[in-house]
């Protein structure tokens, strides 16, 4: 089992809808990164959250600690936020390791 | 301008062979980072430097060499190529080590053959 796992793992919507990506860790962390990943190939950094909430246009990023839990949901979705959505997290022991979770493909139709 | 940059973008190559991928960042950050991502996608950190100076290395084998000329510069060198290296090859920079917002190059696509 990752240490990082990311759910679903596939996701197709209408344009218009709510989206919410989860993310859960079985470590402890110190922070955690949401980023996008275009079809394209490019990796975009989204947030970077430690505790609570963040937002960004349309984009909105929480994180439970206690729960070792994330969530990133999109209002509004449009086709242009069709991509893989990758959660990675960073240890909060040793070397500070960064993981990363799979990745949630997400499709969403005009 | 590019904030970070990776050059070739493409490499296709013969077993055995030794290689470099270049990467530089204008950005000024203190950090850099290269990152391996697999045919499945899945993501993995190799190295980082910060100011020059190696500070993370993870299980990564010895015939990948990482070398920082300067803070802007991490190049990756992989020496007896093997079809497991084939891989997108992503370096990143940031002004924080790990916490700090992570800017991406284009990637380096490697096909060993």
């Known amino acids: 089992k990752n240490e990082v796992e990311q759910s679903p793992q596939n996701l197709t919507a209408q344009e218009g809808e709510f989206i919410t990506i989860n993310c859960s860790y079985s470590v402890g962390i110190s922070a955690l990164h949401w980023l996008q990943q275009h079809p394209g190939g490019g990796i975009v950094s989204l947030f970077m959250?430690?505790?609570g909430k963040k937002k960004h246009g349309r984009l909105i990023a929480t994180i439970n600690i206690q729960e070792k839990h994330s969530s990133l949901h999109i209002t509004a979705s449009h086709p242009r936020d069709s991509a893989v959505y990758i959660c990675?997290?960073?240890?909060?022991?040793?070397?500070?390791?960064?993981?990363f979770g799979t990745g949630t493909r997400l499709t969403i139709i005009p | 301008d590019t904030a970070v940059s990776q050059t070739p973008k493409y490499l296709v190559t013969q077993m055995g062979n030794d290689k470099s991928i270049k990467c530089e960042q204008n950005?000024?950050?203190?950090?850099m980072y290269w990152y391996k991502q697999d045919s499945k996608k899945f993501l993995k950190i190799m190295f980082s430097y910060n100011n020059k100076e190696l500070i993370i290395n993870e299980t990564v084998p010895n015939r990948f060499s990482p070398k920082s000329p300067d803070k802007a510069h991490l190049n990756l060198h992989i020496n007896s190529l093997e079809l497991g290296d084939s891989a997108v090859y992503f370096c990143?920079?940031?002004?924080?080590?790990?916490?700090?917002?992570?800017?991406f190059g284009p990637g380096t696509r490697l096909l060993v053959l």
């Open positions: 959250l430690s505790s």
């Open positions: 990675a997290v960073i240890s909060n022991f040793g070397n500070e390791k960064l993981t």
């Open positions: 950005l000024g950050h203190d950090t």
């Open positions: 990143a920079s940031s002004q924080v080590v790990r916490r700090g917002t992570q800017y």
